[in-house]
């Protein structure tokens, strides 16, 4: 039975949520709140709201990216009308900057990366490398997604979008480590940004530089 990441920070433990109806998770979709610089939904997507989202995690816009997790794993979350979740996890990651950049903190980009590792050492997708979703083709791993793929939508936005090769080059790290025996607790410092990009290689270093414009 899937469960929350260890890097879940709250449970709001709503009552959101519907049968996976005997569906493994097998994916992650990432999706930006969208609520404008330095402000975050998190409350929203707890209670009724007019988007109908509620996904299994919400990651705060603060310096530590708070993880706020909604709806159990073990059950499909909704995001933002879009419902095909059956097979995967979701969050919704609070920007710092609105329009047309959709930033989110460096530490969220680690949260992300934890979550994925979590969800992919669960699913019966294990013994493979995570991979970047790819729709329309078989893939023998746990996939990372975002919502523009599968709807027409600027969702998650350019900083997230250009940022999912690192993330999942993140993910790999960190799941290779647990599979070999290192405890979560072991790889939770990594939760600060500068940690993110100290544990990537020269290359992914270098390739995440440039799409930082440095
Ligand atoms: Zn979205």
């Known amino acids: 039975m899937p469960t929350f990441a260890p890097n879940t920070d709250r449970i709001a433990n709503t009552s959101w949520g519907s049968s996976r109806q005997g569906a493994s998770v097998v994916g992650l979709w990432i999706h930006h709140q969208a609520d404008g610089a330095g402000a975050d939904a998190n409350d929203y997507m707890v209670g009724p709201n007019d988007r109908d989202s509620h996904p299994t995690y919400a990651i705060d816009d603060n310096e530590a990216a708070t ?13 933002t009308f879009y419902a095909n979740d059956q097979n995967a996890v979701a969050l919704e990651a609070a920007n710092t900057t ?4 959709w930033e989110v903190p460096v530490a969220t980009l680690e949260q992300i990366a934890l979550i994925a590792a979590h969800h992919s050492i669960e699913s019966p997708r294990s013994a ?10 078989a893939q023998k791993g746990f996939w990372v997604g975002w919502h523009a793929q599968v709807r027409s939508t600027a969702c998650p936005g350019p900083f997230l979008i250009a940022h999912i090769p690192a993330i999942v080059a993140r993910a790999n790290q960190i799941k290779d480590a647990i599979q070999g025996g290192a405890s979560w607790a072991s790889i939770r410092p990594g939760v600060q940004g ?20 440095a």
Do not use: C
């Open 98 to 101: 609105g329009e047309p950049n």
């Open 67 to 79: 993880v706020v997790g909604i709806v159990h794993p073990d059950k499909a979350p909704s995001s």
């Open 194 to 213: 500068g940690e993110f990009l100290g544990a990537l290689t020269d290359a992914e270093q270098r390739r995440v530089a440039h799409l930082w414009g």
């Open 128 to 137: 493979h490398p995570i991979e970047v979703n790819k729709p329309g083709v």
